[in-house]
Structures are given as structure tokens and as C-alpha cells.
């Protein structure tokens, strides 16, 4: 800028110094009706915001939007990835001596919204504080050549998140080389990093950097006990594990509260979320099973989600996109959840009674939090009221399915006592607000407008004070009022009229022909073009009683409401805990209705190994489909046959059956019935499903490259209790390197790792897999002719498919007989060019198959090293486990 210190006024010395403070943040400062910014900021603004730019007198740029538009032009700042400082006049301009005083109020950012209406209601805003997990971490360095350090993905990052809007708090520790996934589920608005760290974080997402030492632990527990009045973190369920966590807390309570300086004080207790707690998805099997999101982008219907989604609270809805992005693991609380459903799934009445009692209530974590933070405006505290006074009617029916639930458990009295049912519980943390609503429907209007000032805020009978000024400003219009009849009497002109404006207040219009019979007495004020404009001394004292009145009312109805909205927010915690009761209930009825729709039964989870689905059908696919349309399918996994490879011609029904699986157990371990007739299912603590790269819809950025790199990530973090589905894996190379890739990853899987696995494949080599792994099996999904047609059955079947089916579907579809027979010969010379070795000794062999890998005694030392698990070995471990394996292979040593 070309603008140098000597020549600013003061008034420029005020920005600088306010804007040397907000240096990362366009800084909207406010001059009367405008926010104005300055210099580059003026720049960047007109720039995004499409408005112009000027100069001052001086040569400063500068650009503004009018304060009353303001919103507007802040949310589209702030969708850009700008945070904005809003600096307001802290005194008023009339009394002020010299300039006015400014202070930054408060600073939005993309995390930190507590605007109305800006974020949909079914999903939460999260900030996210990341602590350690980096490279250039601190507790990692150091540490470098300490031979007895675990390996880095085994190291601990803590996290904190906050949703500002609905108060919620998460703290949690999880692996390193977890930390995308995690951060992959929350999608947060805006992720914030100690200053150096070199966590990789998503480049469209805000990234805050803060002082490495805000994330201290020691400093982060004693302001997490002050503020939440705790003898010690214990009381919170953390641990000293959790130390990352909570120093990641401390660092984002410090950061929001500088964005805040008005509080913070709807913010929750933070509850700890454990990993092993929930069942494991990564990101790339979020997508693949279109869980909340579609695989391309705007597609409508076809997310697990949308099936599921029949809540009819925002709360329900975003705790429901909560619990399918983490299903859980535990049978035992699986269990609990599934009895919840169960009970409104016997109940239609009770749960059609219950859905329209919540159907009134609002968003009510999000509604306390803006009374908390003093934002509330009338409408908003009505909309609480309204909501509070359906609580009631929401007890009735909760206890009515309470009834029932217990009338059908009351009969076994052997079992010992246990835990009330979910159910119960709820209706012991259902907190009426009996006195909130009390307050609010004694205080407020029918339909309290959206802002203060119009004075149809506060009922009548409510306030003396503010009914006494009512009625003054109301006797004082009528006075003026019946005056126009007095003086149209006494002038004699019958068109004499008493009217209002902002600038001269009262006044008596005459048009211009009778200007003559003006009396005296009456005072010029304005000037027409048809009329003249008069005051008299009566009408102006009556106008001061009118207006003294009304400012008066103005007033007291300002104060009444900011009590109002005090004392809801001293209830915000309150409210917080029935807004999640509300949110379960909302979801389990959702769920039950969903089930009674769709024909849902309820799964039986346990923890065995086994899954078993009879007649399970494909909960979204299904929907798209004329009714019983969609072929049911039987699947089982047990130790026996827990590798299935699944063969089949194109469009026969693969992708759907592997998809179909992941849904079902998902949806089971959500605690949702599912779409099968009967379905056992033995927890899983991880699921994985990848699709191959020709065959992922994602778009086309898929590459041989990352689908390896994806299908390496499974190897690495399966476990036997994990479910993996492959789906076309090694397609994205040429032939024969995919299969080679195929059936080393399927034998992996299958000697080392020994989790449950189905691999869908139309490379009918792997078929000879089963024959090699004594606890894997092939099915196909089975295609038949009828008529000359091609018949997809989309059944699932024992047993390979004929491997030439490619060509006998061709054939099928008309193609001349001539290319047939020529494709069938070209087959024969294509197998026998890729024979490896020639007449391999198979269990049975026949002449048909194709002898691709060969059977050699395994070298125990191979074996060996094959079942290394590299990530739980230290280097020290590794170096003498290499000399022993060099030894035995004949070497030095
Ligand atoms: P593949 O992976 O074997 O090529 P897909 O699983 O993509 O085949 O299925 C192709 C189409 O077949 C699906 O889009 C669906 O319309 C239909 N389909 C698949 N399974 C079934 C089924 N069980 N019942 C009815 N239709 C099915
Ligand atoms: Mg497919």
C-alpha cells in the first residue's frame, strides 16, 4: 500500500492497531450502517464477494456491506475458508468524546458458526483439534533411534472435537495411522494443529495452527476441571492414555474462546469415545457402501442413510448419520438398542402417538446454545417454548412403551437383576422442563416475531410495568386519533387527516384546496406537492406521551426477554440432555417404522465368528425396485468356509450380494433390524470393502496404484474378527498380474490373517483357490438361458461358474455363430499360451483347468517370514529374527 503511517488519521491508527491483532482474519469494521474493510482485506472481500471497490480520499481501498445485509455477505466470507473478525463501535457515537471505541466481538470461522440456518440440521459442524501424530511431533522426536520405540502408526494422536452449534464434545485417542479415518467420519469444518505439526489434513478443510504449548496436557486438565466443575478427569472416564486428548481439548477451548469472548457456556461435558468400542469403517468403505454419502456426487436415493432416515427431529436426524458412521461392537449394547426398536416395532400405535409428539420439536440443542451465547432471537424462544410444552406428550408414550416392553420381559424371574432397558432409561433422563416451558408460555406471545423493538414480544398480564406503558402509548395514539375527527370538525374540511412519519413525527395534512381554511395556531412543517403538513402544541405533547411511551415499552420488553433468554440459557445443560433423549427416541421409532415398512427383521447379535443371513436382501437397491422384485440370497461365513470367492458373468448380481453384506451387518450392529428373513451375526470389529479400479464408480481418479495401496491398508489393519469384501480387486492391471495379485492377497487373507472374507471376481482362475485353502469356498452367481434370452437370476449358488461363460453369454445375445466359435478357439490358444506348467499335479486334475500356480512343498523359512507381523516387532526383534532365518537358510552366523 502506498499509504504510510505519517499520513493516517486516527481513525485509520484505531484499524491498524485492531487489525494488528486479527492479522489471519478480514476484519469487518464497523462505521455506522456499514462494515467496512480496508487495504487488502477491501481487496480480497470485493473480490470474493463481488461488490465494489473504492478508495477514500487518501488512496485507501476500501469496500463495505451495509450491516443489515451483513450475514449474508459474512456466510459466503466464511464458505469461501475466511475467518471474519467483526469489530463493532463498543460505545455510542453520540456520547462518545473523539473517536469511537472499537473491539472485535467475535470472529467466525468455518468450525466455529453459531449463526441460524447456516448448517442443514441433519449433520454437525465439528471442529477438530489434532495433537500429536505428526512427524515433527514433539513427543516423537527424539526418540528416533530408540530401537525399543513402537512403530509410528502405533503411536497415540488425541483428538478433541466440538460442535459449537449443538454444544456437543468428543474426546478421543486412536492409533496414528488412523487418524484419516477418524477425521474421514467427522468431517469437520475446520481442524486445528499445533504451529509445525505435519498431520496431513484435508486441503479444502480450514487448518488453524496454534502455539505448540496450548496443547500441553497438565495446562488442558485444570481448565477442563475448572470449567466443568471436576474434582479430577477421572470423573470423565480419561485416563493417562488419553493425555493427547485432552491437551488437544485444552488447545481448542482456548482457541474458540478467544473467537468467542462472550462464552462459551453451552458447551457440554466432553465424553470419551473408545475406539474398540465400535465397529471400524474407513473411508474407503464408507463410500463404497454409500453409507451417508452417494458415490457421485447429487444422486439421490441411494445412500443407506436415505433409506433409513425417517426421523422427524433434526436431533434424530443427526444422531442417526452419527451411528451408522459408527456402528457398534458390544452384543451386549447392540442388544439393548435392537430391544429399544424392537418394543416400537410391537407398538405401531404407541409409535405413531410418539413420532407425532416429537414431530413439533425443534432443533432444541441448537435453539439452547444461541440463548446461551445471548443470540436467541423472539422467534427462536418461542420455537423452545412450543417444544418444551410436547414434552409431556412424549413422556406419556415413552412410559407406555416402557409398559409394554416390561409386561413382556416380566415373566422371567430367574434372571438376575440387570440394567434397566434402554427405554427405561431414557424416561429416567427425560427432563420435562416443566418449569422452562411455564416461564416461556406465561412470558411470550403467541407468535413472537423474529426481533425485538415492534413491541409483540411479551403477553399481556405478564409485566405491570410494561402493560402501563402499553397502555399509555395506546391512549395516546387514541387521543391523537379522535383528534382528526375534532379538527375536521372544527375547520370544517373533511379531508383534514392525522398521519406519522420517522422525520416529523405527528402532523395534520390539509391538501391545497383547502389551504384557506388553515387555522391559526397550526405550524408548517412540510411542503407537498398537493398538501401541506401542520403540527399543533397539543399534538406534539400527546406525541412525546406516545413516544416516551413506546420507548418505554421498547425497553422493558428488551429487558424481560434478555432475563427470558438468561434463564434458558442457565438451562442449557438441562436442555441438552433431553434433546439427546429426544434424539434416541426419534431414531429408535425411525428405525422401528423403517423395519415395519421395509420388512426388516430383527438380526441376532452375538459374538460368535459366524454370520449367517437368510433370504438378506440389498436395503437400498431393494427400494429401487418394484416390490419383491428383488431376489433374496442366503449367506453364511463359519470358521469352516470363511474365504468365498464368487464368480459370475457381468451385470449377474456380485458387486450387489458383497454390498448387500456389509449393509446387513451395519445396519445389525447399529442396532437397526435388517433386510433379511433371518440373520445371525457375530460381531465384526472392522470392515473393509474395496472395488477394483475399473470398477469404481468414484470417477475415474482411481488408479491401479491406489487401489493397491488401498487393498495393502486391509492387509494391514484386518484382524479374524474383521469382515473384508473385495470386490473385482487386480482389475486395474493386465490379466494376469491382477489374478497373480488376487490369489496372493486371497491367500493372505486366508492363512495369515483369518478374518471372513468374500471376493468377487470374474476371473474364473481363482476358482481354483478352494482346492488350495482348506477353509474357502466358491460360489457363483448364476446366469441361465431361457428362450435364446440371457436370464440373470441373481441367485447365489455352490460352485464355480464354467469359465467360458463370457462366450456362451455372447452367444446368447446373438452374436453370429461364425465370431463364436472363432472366440472359443482363441480362448483355448490364450490358456494354453499362459500354462505355467505344463500337467501340475492337482488333487483332480482335470484336463479343463487351467494349471496356473504350482504346487511346491513351502519352504518352512518362507512360511515364516510370511507370518511376520512386521508392525509389533522392534528393530532389535527384526535384526535377530533376520540372522536366525539366514541361519536356517544356510548362511553366515
Ligand atoms: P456384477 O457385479 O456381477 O456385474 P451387479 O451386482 O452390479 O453385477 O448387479 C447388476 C444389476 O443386477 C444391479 O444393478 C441390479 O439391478 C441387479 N441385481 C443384482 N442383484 C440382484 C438381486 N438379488 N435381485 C434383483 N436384481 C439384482
Ligand atoms: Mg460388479
Not at 462494515?35 to 470474493?48: I, K, N, Q, S
Not at 498431520?199 to 504449548?213: I, N, S
Not at 488419553?242 to 473467537?259: E, I, K
Amino acid at each position: 500500500m502506498s499509504v504510510t503511517l505519517s499520513e493516517d488519521t486516527p481513525l485509520l491508527t484505531q484499524y491498524r492497531e485492531i487489525k494488528s491483532r486479527h492479522q489471519d482474519a478480514i476484519l469487518f469494521f464497523r462505521m455506522g450502517d456499514f462494515y467496512e474493510m480496508f487495504f487488502e482485506d477491501a481487496e480480497l472481500g470485493a473480490r470474493v464477494l463481488n461488490i465494489t471497490l473504492t478508495s477514500r480520499g487518501d488512496g485507501v481501498p476500501l469496500a463495505g456491506v451495509p450491516v443489515k445485509a451483513a450475514a449474508e455477505y459474512l456466510r459466503q466470507l466464511v464458505a469461501n475458508g475466511h475467518r471474519v473478525a467483526i469489530c463493532e463501535q463498543v460505545e455510542d457515537p453520540r456520547t462518545a468524546k473523539g473517536l469511537v471505541r472499537r473491539e472485535v466481538v467475535e470472529t467466525v470461522t468455518p468450525g466455529s458458526l453459531l449463526e441460524d440456518g447456516w448448517i442443514a440440521g441433519g449433520r454437525n459442524n465439528w471442529i477438530v483439534a489434532v495433537n500429536g501424530g505428526g512427524k515433527a511431533d514433539g513427543r516423537t522426536r527424539g526418540r528416533a533411534d530408540d530401537p525399543t520405540a513402537r512403530p509410528p502408526d502405533r503411536l497415540s494422536v488425541g483428538l478433541a472435537s466440538i460442535d459449537l452449534t449443538t454444544g456437543e464434545f468428543l474426546l478421543e485417542t486412536v492409533p496414528a495411522g488412523e487418524l484419516e479415518v477418524v477425521l474421514g467420519r467427522l468431517k469437520p469444518a475446520e481442524v486445528v494443529v499445533p504451529e509445525g505439526s505435519d498431520v496431513a489434513t484435508d486441503p479444502e478443510v480450514m487448518r488453524t495452527a496454534r502455539e505448540p504449548w496450548e496443547f500441553d496436557s497438565g495446562l488442558a486438565g485444570e481448565e477442563l476441571a475448572r470449567r466443568f466443575r471436576l474434582a479430577s478427569l477421572d470423573g470423565l472416564g480419561l485416563g493417562e492414555t488419553d493425555a493427547a486428548a485432552v491437551g488437544a481439548a485444552g488447545a481448542l477451548l482456548r482457541y474458540l474462546t478467544g473467537l468467542k469472548p462472550a462464552g462459551l457456556s453451552h458447551i457440554a461435558r466432553p465424553s470419551v469415545r473408545r475406539s474398540a468400542a465400535h465397529l471400524w469403517l474407513d473411508e474407503m468403505t464408507r463410500r463404497n457402501l454409500e453409507l451417508v454419502e452417494p458415490l457421485r456426487a447429487g444422486a439421490k436415493g441411494v445412500t443407506l442413510l436415505e433409506v433409513l432416515d425417517r426421523t422427524v427431529t433434526p436431533l434424530g436426524a443427526r444422531l442417526l448419520r452419527q451411528w451408522l458412521l459408527s456402528p457398534l461392537s458390544d452384543p451386549v449394547e447392540i442388544g439393548r438398542r435392537l430391544d429399544a426398536v424392537d418394543t416400537a416395532v410391537r407398538d405401531p400405535i404407541r409409535r405413531a402417538a410418539l413420532r407425532e409428539a416429537l414431530d413439533g420439536v425443534r432443533d432444541l440443542e441448537r435453539l439452547a446454545g444461541r440463548a446461551a451465547a445471548g443470540r436467541a432471537i423472539p422467534r427462536e424462544l418461542g420455537a423452545l417454548r412450543d417444544s418444551f410444552l410436547r414434552l409431556p406428550a412424549v413422556r406419556a408414550e415413552l412410559e407406555g412403551l416402557c409398559g409394554e416392553a416390561d409386561g413382556r420381559s416380566g415373566g422371567r424371574t430367574d434372571s438376575p437383576p440387570v440394567r434397566p432397558s434402554a427405554l427405561l432409561e431414557l424416561l429416567g433422563e427425560l427432563d420435562l422442563l416443566a418449569d422452562l416451558a411455564a416461564l416461556l408460555a406465561a412470558a411470550l406471545t403467541e407468535r413472537p416475531p423474529a426481533a425485538l423493538g415492534d413491541g409483540g414480544v411479551i403477553r399481556e398480564g405478564y409485566d405491570a410495568a410494561l402493560d402501563e406503558s402499553r397502555s399509555l402509548r395506546e391512549g395516546g395514539k387514541q387521543y391523537i386519533a379522535s383528534l382528526q375527527q375534532r379538527e375536521r370538525d372544527r375547520t370544517g374540511i373533511p379531508s383534514l387527516k392525522v398521519g406519522y412519519n420517522k422525520v416529523f413525527g405527528y402532523y395534520l395534512e390539509i391538501t391545497n384546496a383547502h389551504s384557506a381554511k388553515v387555522p391559526a395556531g397550526y405550524e408548517r412543517r412540510q411542503t407537498l406537492a398537493t398538501a401541506e403538513r401542520y403540527v399543533t402544541p397539543e399534538l406534539k405533547e400527546y406525541e412525546a406521551k406516545v413516544l416516551g411511551a413506546e420507548e418505554r415499552v421498547a425497553e422493558r420488553e428488551a429487558e424481560l426477554f434478555g432475563a427470558l433468554r438468561d434463564a434458558v440459557g442457565r438451562a442449557v445443560t438441562r436442555i441438552q440432555q433431553t434433546a439427546r433423549v429426544l434424539a434416541r427416541l426419534d431414531v429408535w421409532a425411525a428405525l422401528a417404522e423403517v423395519a415395519v415398512a421395509n420388512r426388516y427383521g430383527r438380526p441376532v447379535v452375538t459374538a460368535s465368528f459366524d454370520i449367517v443371513l437368510i433370504a438378506s436382501r440389498h436395503p437400498v437397491i431393494e427400494r429401487m425396485m418394484p416390490r419383491e422384485t428383488f431376489i433374496p440370497n442366503d449367506v453364511r461365513f463359519d470358521p469352516a468356509e470363511r474365504v468365498q470367492l464368487v464368480t459370475g458373468p457381468n451385470m449377474a448380481g456380485k458387486s450387489t450380494i458383497l454390498r448387500q453384506i456389509g449393509l446387513n451387518v451395519i445396519l445389525a450392529q447399529t442396532g437397526s433390524f435388517v433386510p433379511c428373513e433371518r440373520a445371525e451375526i457375530g460381531v465384526v470389529d472392522r470392515l473393509f470393502t474395496r472395488v477394483g479400479a475399473s470398477d469404481n464408480l468414484a470417477g475415474g481418479q482411481s488408479t491401479f496404484m491406489v487401489e493397491m495401496s488401498e487393498t495393502s491398508a486391509i492387509l494391514h489393519g484386518a484382524t479374524a474378527r474383521s469382515l473384508v469384501l473385495l470386490d473385482e480387486i487386480g482389475r486395474g492391471t493386465s490379466t494376469y498380474d491382477g489374478v497373480a495379485i488376487a490369489w496372493a492377497v486371497t491367500e493372505f487373507l486366508h492363512d495369515t490373517v483369518g478374518c471372513k472374507t468374500m471376493f468377487a471376481t470374474h476371473y474364473h482362475e481363482l476358482m481354483q483357490l478352494p482346492e488350495r485353502l482348506q477353509h474357502a469356498r466358491n460360489l457363483n452367481v448364476a446366469v441361465r438361458e431361457a428362450g435364446g434370452q440371457v436370464v440373470f437370476l441373481h441367485r447365489l449358488e455352490p460352485g464355480g461358474t464354467d469359465r467360458s461363460y463370457g462366450i456362451h453369454v455372447a452367444e446368447l445375445a446373438g452374436l453370429p455363430r461364425q465370431i463364436v466359435t472363432r472366440a472359443n478357439a482363441v480362448l483355448r490358444t490364450l490358456e494354453g499360451e499362459h500354462r505355467v506348467v505344463p500337467g501340475t499335479p492337482g488333487p483332480d486334475p482335470d484336463p479343463g483347468q487351467l494349471p496356473l500356480f504350482v504346487e511346491a512343498p513351502p519352504d518352512p523359512a518362507l512360511v515364516e517370514l510370511r507370518s511376520l507381523d512386521l508392525n509389533a516387532l522392534t528393530p532389535l526383534e527384526a535384526l535377530n529374527r533376520l540372522a536366525e532365518l539366514q541361519r536356517r537358510a544356510g548362511g553366515p552366523a
